[in-house]
């Protein structure tokens, strides 16, 4: 292998890591969007229900000679959608969570396996040199 060829690899091989970073860049963003789309449409339809259930179960707070049964039946649904809400949020944290995980993991990995390729040629390649400076020497 010429000098050439095996720096010209090594170009290749930190051209590939290039592309590797940038596709767990738009992995991440990806991920992000992924999981923002669905959960962002329960989450907020778990907090219309929330404030709809907060506000209602204040009324019957106010009304609680008339309405005491009503009372009983919204605090529970307003907890239920209060609990619904926090799972929601929660859920959609640990998901992204992991998601990013595992795309930072493959990138880890696949940076790794290219850097150590790149190690080898670059050891072909000061054996190279050594071969040739030598040869100059015996000259």
């Keep these: 292998m010429s000098e050439e060829y095996i720096r010209g690899q090594i170009s290749a091989k930190e051209d590939e890591i290039t592309r590797i970073e940038e596709d767990a ?7 992000e969007a992924e999981i923002e789309e669905k959960f962002d449409p ?9 404030d709809e259930e907060v506000s209602l179960r204040d009324e019957a707070i106010q009304k609680a000679e008339e309405w005491t049964q009503k009372k009983k039946e919204k605090i529970a649904s307003a907890k ?8 929601l949020k929660n859920d959609k944290a ?8 595992e795309i930072e993991t493959d990138k880890k990995n696949q940076i790794k396996q290219v850097q150590s390729e790149i190690k080898a040629l670059e050891k072909q390649l000061a054996a190279l040199e050594k071969e040739k400076a030598k040869k100059a020497a015996q000259e």
């Design 80 to 87: 239920l959608a209060d609990k619904e809400y926090n799972e």
């Design 25 to 31: 860049s738009k992995k991440d963003a990806s991920a």
């Design 42 to 50: 329960k989450i907020e339809a778990s907090k219309l229900k929330l």
């Design 94 to 101: 640990k998901a992204l969570n992991a998601k990013l995980k």
